[in-house]
């Protein structure tokens, strides 16, 4: 395993497990959508992009690659509460097969914000992929395809970040809650 920086708690995921789970996850992509022409994924940034790098190469089904970005947190993470697209599709998606992908669902107020605008749009068919699903109560928000379910903590890796730090790291680990709650060591 890499090493564990002394802001992180444990590794939750493994780079191996994630990469077993994105394998599953495109395959079942696959046989969900057999028969259809073209996939229209779409990345929200910047959480989702190794996620849907790694998902991308993995999938047989023909797919084109674009991205959306929100904000809905602010420097360090506390949250302003408002969802605004930030920057949208390059091209509309009515009509199109698309599958949204998401890095993590906390609260669920950014996915169903996103999932509304992305339905009122028309595609032929909107379907959601997200890594990780924290067990908390919030926003109902329909989930096709999972990675995994974790414990609610604050967690990086794989895209994930903390104040833009470790976005790059190959696993997923706990933040340390002193960090996060402004009990610097």
């Given at each position: 395993?890499?090493?564990?920086?002394?802001?992180?708690?444990r590794?939750l995921?493994?780079e191996?497990q994630i990469?077993?789970?994105?394998?599953q996850?495109?395959?079942?992509?696959?046989r969900?959508?057999a028969?259809v022409e073209?996939?229209?994924?779409?990345?929200v940034?910047?959480g989702?992009f190794?996620?849907l790098a790694?998902?991308a190469?993995?999938?047989?089904?023909?797919?084109t690659?674009?991205?959306?970005?929100?904000?809905?947190?602010?420097?360090?993470?506390?949250?302003s509460?408002?969802?605004?697209?930030?920057m949208?599709?390059?091209?509309?998606i009515e009509?199109?097969?698309?599958i949204?992908?998401?890095?993590?669902?906390d609260?669920?107020?950014?996915?169903?914000?996103?999932?509304r605008?992305?339905?009122?749009?028309?595609?032929?068919s909107?379907r959601t992929?997200?890594?990780l699903?924290?067990?908390?109560e919030?926003?109902?928000?329909?989930?096709?395809?999972?990675?995994?379910?974790?414990?609610d903590v604050?967690v990086?890796?794989?895209?994930?970040?903390?104040?833009?730090?470790?976005r790059t790291?190959?696993?997923?680990?706990?933040l340390?809650?002193?960090l996060?709650?402004g009990?610097?060591r």
């Amino acid at each position: 395993m890499d090493r564990l920086y002394p802001d992180l708690a444990r590794v939750l995921l493994s780079e191996e497990q994630i990469q077993a789970r994105v394998a599953q996850i495109a395959e079942q992509i696959d046989r969900d959508c057999a028969g259809v022409e073209e996939l229209y994924l779409i990345g929200v940034l910047k959480g989702a992009f190794i996620f849907l790098a790694d998902l991308a190469r993995r999938l047989e089904t023909p797919h084109t690659v674009d991205f959306m970005a929100l904000s809905s947190y602010g420097k360090r993470g506390a949250s302003s509460g408002a969802v605004r697209i930030v920057m949208d599709l390059r091209e509309p998606i009515e009509g199109r097969y698309v599958i949204l992908v998401e890095d993590i669902l906390d609260t669920g107020q950014t996915l169903d914000y996103l999932y509304r605008t992305l339905q009122g749009r028309r595609p032929a068919s909107l379907r959601t992929c997200v890594l990780l699903r924290k067990r908390r109560e919030g926003v109902r928000v329909p989930i096709d395809y999972l990675g995994f379910e974790i414990p609610d903590v604050w967690v990086v890796g794989y895209g994930l970040d903390y104040a833009e730090r470790f976005r790059t790291l190959p696993y997923i680990a706990e933040l340390r809650t002193e960090l996060y709650r402004g009990e610097r060591r």
